[in-house]
């Protein structure tokens, strides 16, 4: 696949389509989750993590309990809680990067354009794994860091995916004379 993808065999074409399209659906999952729980607002990402300050002010003993959380009570994450989250997302999220950057590096787009997607998903991971211990142990300020991480990482998603797909599938051929 090194002569570019609108070169490559059909088969490699429709595994690298279907590899896209499943990241784009898994990425799609992720925000609605995110808005589901933060409505993409700062005052209930600082929530989501921190809990419901008002309701007490010893936030480290809290207990779950499901009726509450029904009412609408919030929990605030424990540090156990958040790195359990962290860990798992900091091996997949680079990885899956990692892949979909491979892919991008076999189109023929400028150099320059690679290296700034490369450089936005980067910035994008290291806020997306970073901001909910920030927030939660830090400022509610990083709750922005959090809400623009999947911003940077969605604008990079859509590039990471449109490209590929147009050199795949609508490049015009060149033809070898």
Same mark, same amino acid.
């Given at each position: 696949?090194?002569?570019?993808?609108?070169?490559?065999?059909?088969?490699?074409?429709?595994?690298?389509?279907?590899?896209?399209?499943?990241?784009?659906?898994?990425?799609?999952?992720?925000?609605?989750?995110?808005?589901? %729980?933060?409505?993409?607002?700062?005052?209930?990402?600082? %929530?989501?993590?921190?809990?419901?300050?008002?309701?007490?002010?010893?936030?480290?003993?809290?207990?779950?309990?499901?009726?509450?959380?029904?009412?609408?009570?919030?929990?605030?994450?424990?540090?156990?809680?958040?790195?359990?989250?962290?860990?798992?997302?900091?091996?997949?999220?680079?990885?899956?990067?990692?892949?979909?950057?491979?892919?991008?590096?076999?189109?023929?787009?400028?150099?320059?354009?690679?290296?700034?997607?490369?450089?936005?998903?980067?910035?994008?991971?290291?806020?997306?794994?970073?901001?909910?211990?920030?927030?939660?142990?830090?400022?509610?300020?990083?709750?922005?860091?959090?809400?623009?991480?999947?911003?940077?990482?969605?604008?990079?998603?859509?590039?990471?995916?449109?490209?590929?797909?147009?050199?795949?599938?609508?490049?015009?051929?060149?033809?070898?004379?």
């Amino acid at each position: 696949m090194a002569r570019g993808l609108s070169k490559s065999p059909t088969s490699n074409k429709l595994s690298v389509t279907f590899f896209l399209l499943l990241m784009g659906f898994a990425f799609y999952i992720s925000c609605v989750g995110f808005h589901e %729980r933060t409505n993409f607002t700062t005052g209930y990402t600082v %929530r989501h993590y921190c809990g419901d300050e008002e309701e007490s002010e010893n936030k480290e003993n809290y207990e779950y309990d499901e009726t509450l959380l029904q009412e609408g009570f919030y929990f605030p994450k424990s540090y156990r809680e958040l790195l359990d989250i962290t860990h798992v997302h900091a091996f997949t999220i680079p990885l899956i990067i990692f892949v979909m950057s491979r892919i991008l590096s076999m189109t023929q787009i400028r150099d320059w354009i690679k290296i700034t997607i490369y450089g936005t998903a980067f910035t994008g991971i290291i806020m997306n794994l970073s901001g909910p211990l920030l927030v939660r142990f830090t400022s509610d300020v990083f709750s922005i860091s959090i809400i623009a991480s999947y911003f940077l990482l969605g604008i990079c998603f859509v590039a990471f995916i449109s490209i590929p797909m147009y050199e795949m599938w609508l490049k015009p051929k060149e033809i070898n004379m």
